[in-house]
């Protein structure tokens, strides 16, 4: 099933994202991912997605396994993540075989952080020219990722929400933003992106603020509401009220967002999945109802 036809229903997507192992060698590997899926089937989510490994078996087989499992052991559909930066044209070729062999529909493009090393090729500059190849290789349906407060890179929000339309054009049926904290900061993105015109449904990343060291190096770039910051404040070198604050926080904003009509909500886990359980037993009834 492609995903984007889960939005032409009257109620908004949940869906996660997990990490596959690092080598689906080692003893249990897979039982982190299983445990959080186990958790997350719970609310039948509408979809997960799987993030890419880059380095050696990880990067192929550990991605589309974990994919595999999603669908067959747990009947979730699930998205596997294409990283434009650390893909080369032969290596994207052979991944798309390999999900077509494996029925997987739906993909994730992206640019993707760029390696310390550097890019594995050039064959892709952008998420839109990945894109677009996606398109003449198969009949997938193509997710793109956006940036409420826009991309670090890009010059300017105008410069930004031209590079995402430029994206949606190329055949992105629909995105999904990476973490913001600030609702409203989402709430003018989308303005910004009707304005461009683009049109196709927006779900709402929601990462849960966990541990201090997350606050001070995975939120460079978004605005901290002053609520969130007293919480980082007050509870800072005391994990778990920190943790349990963040948790409430998370909720407080996805609560807001269902409110306001949003499109979906894709929660990024960490592969946690007594944060995961939390949330889906404090909203379940909001996101359904």
Wanted: glycine share 6%.
């Amino acid at each position: 099933m492609k995903t984007s036809q889960l939005f032409t229903r009257d109620q908004p997507v949940f869906s996660f994202e997990v990490f596959p192992p690092r080598d689906l060698t080692a003893p249990n590997a897979t039982q982190k991912v299983c445990d959080t899926l186990e958790v997350l089937q719970r609310v039948q989510p509408d979809f997960v997605s799987v993030t890419f490994r880059n380095a050696g078996l990880a990067a192929k087989d550990s991605t589309i396994a974990i994919a595999t499992l999603i669908r067959d052991k747990y009947g979730i559909e699930p998205v596997v993540h294409l990283p434009a930066a650390k893909l080369s044209r032969g290596d994207v070729d052979g991944l798309l075989n390999d999900l077509q062999n494996a029925g997987i529909q739906n993909i994730l493009a992206l640019r993707g952080d760029i390696p310390a090393t550097g890019r594995t090729s050039n064959d892709f500059p952008f998420a839109s020219d990945l894109v677009s190849y996606i398109h003449t290789r198969g009949d997938f349906n193509v997710i793109g990722a956006c940036y409420p407060e826009g991309h670090p890179e890009s010059a300017d929000s105008l410069a930004d929400i031209q590079n995402l339309k430029r994206k949606v054009d190329a055949g992105t049926s629909e995105l999904i933003t990476q973490l913001f904290y600030d609702n409203q900061e989402f709430y003018h993105f989308q303005e910004r992106c009707r304005f461009a015109g683009i049109t196709v449904p927006i779900e709402a990343g929601i990462m849960p603020l966990m541990t201090a060291k997350q606050a001070a190096h995975m939120m460079a770039g978004v605005t901290i509401p002053e609520k969130l910051q007293a919480l980082i404040n007050r509870f800072a070198d005391k994990p778990e009220a920190l943790r349990d604050a963040g948790i409430a926080y998370a909720i407080d904003q996805i609560v807001d967002l269902l409110a306001h009509g949003v499109d979906g909500i894709h929660l990024y886990t960490m592969d946690n999945p007594e944060v995961a359980a939390r949330i889906i037993e404090a909203t379940r009834n909001i996101v359904r109802a």
